[in-house]
T-cell receptor, first 116, second 113 residues
Framework: NAGVMQNPRHLVRRRGQEARLRCSPMKGHSHVYWYRQLPEEGLKFMVYLQKENIIDESGMPKERFSAEFPKEGPSILRIQQVVRGDSAAYFC??????????????FGPGTRLTVL | GDSVTQMEGPVTLSEEAFLTINCTYTATGYPSLFWYVQYPGEGLQLLLKATKADDKGSNKGFEATYRKETTSFHLEKGSVQVSDSAVYFCALRRPHSNYQLIWGAGTKLIIKP
């Protein structure tokens, strides 16, 4: 059973370009979470999605950032018009549910975004 | 607001040494507490957890005890191995949130043969 997959692992963009980060959850998982880790800081919650629905986007910047989790295919975190401050590691996690053992979050290896 | 503070790394030890990585937290109520580990090139893996005061989580020789009086959840291992080299993250989940995790900055552990 493959774990959470993220791609690309490393992404380099110039200021003003768009970045698309992909996350394929574990098989059978319908809950996806995105976290961002700035250099020298802990992970920060960005958004929680459950198939086709955004449940909680309280941690996501209001502008330039968007996330989706379509019925088919991976979850996508999209950053438009990237700036240097967007350089970070972006982690995706998935879970079966949100309570008890079903709420355990399994993490992908992360995508390291560098904005030049 | 809720927060987690970990000791800064890197922590460098010799094989078979005793390990302590400090973690303290600030939160209202009784959060659940977690330690995650990230081996080079891999995703974060849950190492152990504790959901109430005085609980002890343990796994792979690592232990941590939920201390409400000192708001701490220090990670310990009696004898580390080179294969324990990784980044260790302490995290909490708010009492009334089923999913949102609050994270420490991570502590890089380097074990030398």
């Amino acid at each position: 059973n493959a774990g959470v997959m993220q791609n690309p692992r490393h992404l380099v963009r110039r200021r003003g370009q768009e970045a698309r980060l992909r996350c394929s959850p574990m098989k059978g998982h319908s809950h996806v979470y995105w976290y961002r880790q700035l250099p020298e800081e802990g992970l920060k919650f960005m958004v929680y999605l459950q198939k086709e629905n955004i449940i909680d986007e309280s941690g996501m910047p209001k502008e330039r950032f968007s996330a989706e989790f379509p019925k088919e295919g991976p979850s996508i975190l999209r950053i438009q018009q990237v700036v240097r401050g967007d350089s970070a590691a972006y982690f995706c996690a998935s879970s079966l549910g949100t309570s008890g053992a079903r709420g355990e979050q399994f993490f992908g290896p992360g995508t390291r975004l560098t904005v030049l | 607001g809720d927060s987690v503070t970990q000791m800064e790394g890197p922590v460098t030890l010799s094989e078979e040494a005793f390990l302590t990585i400090n973690c303290t937290y600030t939160a209202t109520g009784y959060p659940s507490l977690f330690w995650y580990v990230q081996y080079p090139g891999e995703g974060l893996q849950l190492l152990l957890k504790a959901t109430k005061a005085d609980d002890k989580g343990s796994n792979k020789g690592f232990e941590a005890t939920y201390r409400k009086e000192t708001t701490s959840f220090h990670l310990e291992k009696g004898s580390v191995q080179v294969s324990d080299s990784a980044v260790y993250f302490c995290a909490l989940r708010r009492p009334h949130s089923n999913y949102q995790l609050i994270w420490g900055a991570g502590t890089k552990l380097i074990i030398k043969p």
